[in-house]
C-alpha cells in the first residue's frame, strides 16, 4: 500500500452549551406570565418600558446574571475567545416570551452581539424545541453525501439555560398543547464597551 497516512478532521465546529441552573423556576415563570399580560404580544421585547421593568424586578435576577456571567465566561475559554474580566464588562439584554399553542418564531439569529441563549423556567416535552439551523445547508451540492442533519433540535426542560454564537440561526417550530407553559427568557450577551 503506497498510503502512508489518512487523517480525517471536523472544520468550522460550532459549539452550543447547555447549562442547568438552580434559580426558583416557579418564581420566575409565574412572574414572567404577568408581564407578558402587560403587552399586546406574546414577548416583552417590543415593548421596552415594560421590559425593563419585568427585568429589574424579576426574581431571582441577581442570581440569574450571575449564572450567565459564569456559563458564558465557560464558553468563551471554551472557545478559545476573551473572557470577561468582571461583570460590569459583560452587556446583557433579556426579554420574556410565553409560547401558547400555535405561536412560533421563524428562524433568525441575533446580530449585534456575541452570545445569546434562553433560560426555560418553565418547559417540559410537550413544549415546543428549540431549532438551531445549519449554517451549511444552502451549500449542499449534487452529491448526496448526508453532510449531518438540516436542522439541530433541543428539547428544553425547566431550569436549562441554552447558550451559542448569536450569528447561528435558530428557530422556535409550532407550539402544540402543552401541559404547561412554555416560558423563554432570551438574552443577547456582549464586551459592554460597545455599548457606552
Known amino acids: 500500500m503506497s498510503i502512508l497516512d489518512i487523517k480525517e478532521y471536523d472544520v468550522f465546529p460550532i459549539t452550543v452549551s ?3 441552573l438552580d434559580l426558583d423556576h416557579g418564581a420566575i415563570a409565574s412572574n414572567a406570565i404577568e408581564w407578558i399580560a402587560k403587552t399586546d404580544r406574546y414577548t416583552t421585547y417590543h415593548d421596552k418600558q415594560v421590559n425593563d421593568q419585568w427585568f429589574n424586578q424579576m426574581p431571582d435576577r441577581d442570581k440569574f446574571v450571575r449564572s450567565v456571567y459564569d456559563s458564558t465566561n465557560h464558553l468563551l475559554k471554551s472557545t478559545k475567545r476573551r473572557e470577561f474580566t468582571n461583570i460590569d464588562e459583560m452587556y446583557l439584554w433579556a426579554w ?3 409560547y401558547d399553542e400555535h405561536d412560533q418564531h421563524g428562524s433568525h439569529n441575533h446580530p449585534r452581539s456575541l452570545i445569546s441563549g434562553t433560560y426555560y423556567p418553565s418547559a417540559d416535552v410537550t ?3 428549540l431549532m438551531f ?3 451549511w445547508a444552502s ?3 449534487h452529491d448526496s453525501i448526508d453532510m449531518g442533519c438540516i436542522t439541530h433540535a433541543i428539547q428544553p426542560k425547566t431550569g436549562d439555560m441554552m447558550l451559542w454564537p448569536s450569528w447561528l440561526f435558530h428557530r422556535v417550530p409550532l407550539q402544540g398543547n402543552s401541559t404547561v407553559p412554555r416560558i423563554a ?3 443577547n450577551i456582549d464586551y459592554s464597551r460597545y455599548y457606552k
Do not use: E, G, H, Q
Request: with cysteine; hydrophobic share 45%.
Open 18 to 20: 447547555r447549562v442547568v
Open 96 to 98: 420574556v416570551s410565553k
Open 127 to 129: 413544549s415546543a424545541k
Open 133 to 135: 439551523d445549519n449554517p
Open 139 to 141: 451549500c449542499l451540492m
Open 185 to 187: 427568557i432570551s438574552f
